[in-house]
Nanobody, 127 residues
């Protein structure tokens, strides 16, 4: 059974950092494209970053490029999202997700390609 569990969210001031974790079970993170998404109040869910299977390709939403870094720990079966220089507009619930099929590339905007979702973790950035 595929399961994804996020953690690491919290409240920080602008300019601060957080590292989100996504613990996967039921599959190997290295075999699937993994994405991070966020949803702010009153807004649609949007892609933040994704990493293709095997870590072969990374993609970032333009506003987080240079500030956020996606990575995998294949040994621990965990995906991470390191978030630096946080801004108030980064406030949202953050979700990790796994691609519908194994051994696929990914695009950060292709939300519908991701079939397995975690429950989300809240990130709040204050000024």
């Amino acid at each position: 059974q595929v399961q994804l569990v996020e953690s690491g969210g919290g409240s920080v001031q602008a300019g601060g950092s957080l590292r989100l974790s996504c613990v996967a079970s039921g599959f190997r993170v290295g075999d699937y494209a993994i994405g991070w998404f966020r949803q702010a109040p009153g807004k649609e869910r949007e892609g933040v970053s994704c990493i293709a299977w095997g870590g072969s390709k990374l993609d970032y939403e333009e506003s987080v490029r240079g500030r956020f870094t996606i990575s995998l720990d294949n040994a621990e079966n965990i995906a991470y999202l390191q978030m630096n220089n946080l801004r108030t507009e980064d406030t949202a619930i953050y979700y990790c997700a796994a691609h519908l099929r194994p051994r696929r590339l990914c695009a950060v905007g292709a939300t519908s390609d991701f079939a397995y979702w975690g429950q989300g973790t809240q990130v709040t950035v204050s000024s």
